[in-house]
């Protein structure tokens, strides 16, 4: 074989060979990028995956703290509006049906007659109507004040005591004075500076002077029965 042609077959052989190694290390270099790669991107993935976890604990952590918030706004505002509703006071049939007296307890009707004791007044009122629906002279006397004027169409009369008063009782405290005293409705009492009045003016009564809590009859008017 001659030189050159020999000469030429060993250059050949060393480019193949070189060709061949070049050919190797590229496919490793390649074969090593294709693993990097993969590597970031399971990484990437996995970076991502807790990213999405992360958040979806975020959440489902933030959630009860959520719904705990909202349950007490609403309790709160559940709290506040029954508060509201509540009332400081609340209305009742009993308070709409009664009288402008009974609703308000602490109302003195009779006291420009000076009377500070409403409620012991109308005992002794009650007490005075069961006295006289009785007929019980004597008791009936027991509510009367001293001096009693007695007025009539011809003259006033005097009454200087309880002896007298019984005596007297029945030209007194005649049929109709009778009637209209035991059938007055104690809310519809009559009251001024005088004192409290009785169906037409047919009695009066008033406290004592120098007790407050003593009530009596002062004044029978026999004339407005006339009339």
Known sequence: MPKNQEYGNQKMSRRLSLTAILLTLTFVALAGCGQDKNAETVETGSNTSAIEHGTDADRSGSA????????????????????????????????????????NPSHNPFEVAGI??????L?????????????????????????????????????????????KYDQTFTDAIREALVNQKTDDLFVNYQGVMVGSGELWLRRATDNPKLFGVFSVNLETVAN
């Open 123 to 167: 005992n002794t009122f009650k007490a005075l109507q069961k006295a006289v629906a009785d007929n019980d002279k004597e008791k009936v006397a027991n509510y009367i004040f001293y001096p009693l004027r007695v007025n009539d169409s011809e003259k006033a009369l005097t009454i200087p005591n309880k002896k007298e008063f019984i005596a």
């Open 116 to 121: 500070q004791d409403p409620k012991a007044f």
């Open 64 to 103: 009860p703290n959520e719904k705990v918030a909202k349950e007490s706004e609403s309790a709160e505002n559940n709290g506040n509006d029954v508060e509201k509703s509540s009332p400081s006071a609340p209305a009742t049939s009993s308070d709409v049906s009664s009288s402008p007296k009974s609703a």
